[in-house]
């Protein structure tokens, strides 16, 4: 076996950049070399039987999860998805835009890449890509620092988590796979720069320690660094939410069935009866194209998709023709707005008295009809007892056709301004002639007359009252003058202060 791997490189002229085998068929080898090539070679026969060829040097590559498809990273800054056994590209789409070298990983049985490059600013950066439409990555780059050193990616099938490794990096951060993006977790950090890391295949790892992940780092090319990530739990018995089937050692298929082209994923291994102690009990797969209706394992409930990206058709999209923007007219001049303004008045005059043509009689106004205020010239000159008898309180009107009557309340000085708002007119002014001016002066004079004397009457008793306080304030103002006279060549006792300040407070309530 070794003779026959040596033949195997003899053969390639150029430096080899990448080994990878099949993940599922036996003895399928995958190596990338500086002609811009990557050979699949038939260890078994000792020969290249397939090539892909690219357009510049290859950066990095992976394989699907059944062995019949590879994603490629070059130095040109294309992505390629390649039906490996067509020998061509299914899809070339633009990948990171920066210069420094670009890594990719098939996330094992999802139809998703995960590539990890460098921006034009020279920033690190991390893309999810569906192989289905691979035109730009899901959500855009996600930016993830600005360190110089080539990020490496690498995907753990069981937990759905993405570690990414740093060339010259200390850490190790992992993400988890969640509804189409990346949700950060936490991150490994070390003093130890690492010039290489790999990991251990999960049917590897120490189960009774809830260990899910381990990884080997190399330190200053001296010597190897194991990493192990553990789920923190206190629980003994084996823990299945973590520890789904994985992939076994046992191929799908042989090389000739896959040159033939049979697809198929490996069986895979139960690890609980290797936490168990006993031999790795092997579960069958059934096959499972990736680019046929599959669904990712994380999420619950599954949920149908889009059959054979490869072969679907785009079909453009017609462009609508959006309508000219209307222009708009200069603005009006004063002159035509005063016309328009105009025109519109006269326009709603005519509309009122055709409604007022129309409807004669059978309509009434909803308005309050208002009487025309009567000539002081004509009213008449009360008596001396009609007089005495307003200064007591307003008498109740007679029921006469004219204004409604007002209650006979005592005038506060707070009512006097609401009084000439209870006089209201008719109910149906439409029926009522208007009054003539000799029963105007003989019903309507005597209340308003008897209102304005009983005004008077208040405004002089609040006069009266007025100088009465001006005369108490001026005689309680003397009084504390002369208190301050008495006292001011002396020191006063608290009880003449106190009254000084009982006179001020009085005082100043009288002014209030």
């Given at each position: 076996?070794?003779?026959?791997?040596?033949?195997?490189?003899?053969?390639?002229?150029?430096?080899?950049?990448h080994?990878l085998f099949?993940?599922?068929?036996?003895?399928?080898?995958?190596?990338?070399?500086?002609?811009?090539?990557?050979?699949?070679?038939d260890?078994?026969?000792?020969?290249p039987?397939?090539?892909?060829?690219?357009?510049?040097?290859?950066?990095?590559?992976?394989?699907?999860?059944n062995?019949?498809?590879?994603?490629?990273?070059?130095?040109?800054?294309?992505?390629?998805?390649?039906?490996?056994?067509?020998?061509?590209?299914a899809h070339?789409v633009?990948?990171?835009?920066?210069?420094?070298?670009?890594?990719?990983?098939?996330?094992?049985?999802?139809?998703?890449i995960a590539?990890?490059?460098?921006?034009?600013?020279?920033?690190?950066?991390?893309g999810l890509?569906d192989?289905?439409d691979p035109?730009e990555?899901?959500?855009?780059?996600?930016m993830?620092?600005?360190?110089?050193?080539?990020?490496?990616?690498?995907?753990?099938?069981s937990?759905?988590?993405l570690?990414?490794?740093g060339?010259?990096?200390?850490?190790?951060?992992?993400?988890?796979?969640?509804?189409?993006?990346?949700?950060?977790?936490?991150?490994?950090?070390?003093?130890?720069?690492?010039?290489?890391?790999?990991?251990?295949p999960k049917?590897?790892?120490?189960t009774h320690?809830?260990?899910?992940?381990?990884?080997?780092?190399t330190?200053?090319?001296?010597?190897?660094?194991?990493?192990?990530?553990?789920?923190?739990?206190?629980?003994?018995v084996?823990?299945?939410?973590?520890?789904?089937?994985v992939?076994?050692s046992?191929?799908a298929?042989?090389?000739?069935?896959?040159?033939?082209?049979?697809?198929?994923?490996?069986?895979?291994?139960d690890?609980?009866?290797?936490?168990?102690?006993?031999?790795?009990?092997?579960?069958?797969?059934?096959d499972k194209?990736?680019?046929?209706?599959?669904?990712?394992?994380?999420?619950?409930?599954?949920?149908?998709?889009?059959?054979?990206?490869?072969?679907?058709e785009?079909?453009?999209?017609k462009?609508?023709?959006?309508?000219?923007?209307?222009?708009r007219a200069?603005?009006?001049?004063?002159?035509?707005?005063a016309?328009?303004?105009?025109?519109l008045?006269?326009?709603?005059?005519?509309?009122?008295?055709?409604?007022?043509?129309?409807?004669?009689?059978?309509d009434?106004?909803?308005?309050?009809?208002?009487?025309?205020?009567v000539?002081r010239?004509?009213?008449?000159?009360?008596?001396a007892?009609?007089?005495?008898?307003?200064?007591?309180h307003?008498?109740?009107?007679?029921?006469?056709?004219?204004p409604s009557?007002?209650?006979?309340?005592?005038?506060?000085?707070?009512?006097?301004e609401t009084?000439?708002?209870?006089?209201?007119?008719?109910?149906?002014?439409a029926?009522?002639?208007?009054?003539?001016?000799?029963?105007?002066?003989?019903?309507?004079?005597?209340?308003?007359?008897s209102?304005?004397l009983?005004?008077k009457?208040?405004l002089?008793?609040q006069?009266r009252?007025?100088?009465?306080?001006?005369?108490?304030?001026a005689?309680l103002?003397a009084?504390?003058?002369?208190?301050?006279?008495t006292?001011?060549?002396?020191?006063s006792?608290?009880?003449?202060?106190?009254r000084?300040?009982?006179?001020?407070?009085?005082?100043e309530?009288?002014?209030?």
């Amino acid at each position: 076996m070794q003779q026959q791997a040596g033949d195997l490189l003899t053969k390639t002229h150029r430096k080899v950049g990448h080994v990878l085998f099949n993940p599922a068929a036996e003895n399928i080898l995958a190596t990338s070399s500086g002609d811009y090539t990557v050979k699949l070679w038939d260890v078994e026969a000792g020969s290249p039987r397939l090539t892909l060829k690219h357009t510049d040097i290859v950066q990095s590559l992976s394989w699907s999860a059944n062995g019949s498809l590879i994603v490629t990273t070059s130095r040109d800054k294309k992505l390629r998805i390649w039906d490996v056994r067509q020998e061509k590209a299914a899809h070339v789409v633009p990948g990171h835009a920066g210069a420094k070298n670009s890594r990719v990983t098939w996330m094992g049985e999802l139809d998703r890449i995960a590539t990890t490059g460098f921006s034009k600013m020279s920033d690190r950066q991390l893309g999810l890509w569906d192989i289905r439409d691979p035109k730009e990555p899901i959500g855009g780059f996600e930016m993830l620092d600005s360190i110089s050193g080539v990020c490496m990616p690498f995907w753990d099938e069981s937990t759905q988590c993405l570690y990414l490794a740093g060339k010259g990096d200390g850490n190790i951060r992992y993400f988890e796979y969640s509804q189409d993006k990346f949700e950060f977790l936490s991150e490994y950090k070390s003093a130890d720069p690492q010039r290489g890391v790999a990991f251990l295949p999960k049917r590897g790892i120490n189960t009774h320690e809830n260990e899910v992940m381990r990884a080997f780092k190399t330190v200053n090319d001296s010597y190897i660094e194991p990493i192990s990530f553990i789920v923190p739990r206190r629980a003994e018995v084996f823990q299945d939410d973590i520890y789904p089937p994985v992939f076994g050692s046992n191929p799908a298929m042989s090389s000739k069935e896959w040159f033939d082209g049979k697809e198929g994923f490996p069986a895979k291994i139960d690890l609980a009866s290797v936490h168990a102690g006993e031999g790795p009990t092997e579960i069958p797969a059934g096959d499972k194209p990736v680019l046929k209706d599959s669904t990712p394992l994380q999420p619950p409930a599954p949920v149908k998709k889009d059959a054979d990206p490869v072969k679907k058709e785009v079909v453009p999209v017609k462009e609508v023709k959006q309508p000219p923007p209307a222009l708009r007219a200069p603005p009006p001049s004063m002159k035509e707005q005063a016309g328009s303004i105009a025109n519109l008045a006269s326009k709603f005059a005519d509309k009122d008295d055709d409604n007022s043509d129309r409807d004669g009689d059978e309509d009434t106004s909803s308005f309050e009809e208002v009487w025309k205020p009567v000539d002081r010239s004509q009213r008449v000159i009360p008596k001396a007892e009609d007089r005495s008898e307003a200064r007591g309180h307003v008498k109740a009107p007679s029921t006469t056709p004219g204004p409604s009557s007002v209650p006979a309340t005592p005038l506060s000085r707070h009512s006097v301004e609401t009084v000439p708002a209870q006089i209201k007119p008719p109910a149906s002014p439409a029926t009522v002639s208007p009054p003539s001016s000799s029963s105007i002066s003989t019903s309507t004079n005597q209340p308003i007359h008897s209102y304005l004397l009983d005004i008077k009457s208040l405004l002089e008793e609040q006069t009266r009252t007025m100088s009465a306080q001006t005369d108490k304030i001026a005689q309680l103002s003397a009084e504390v003058d002369t208190l301050k006279t008495t006292l001011s060549g002396r020191r006063s006792n608290a009880e003449k202060d106190e009254r000084i300040r009982a006179l001020e407070l009085e005082l100043e309530g009288l002014r209030s």
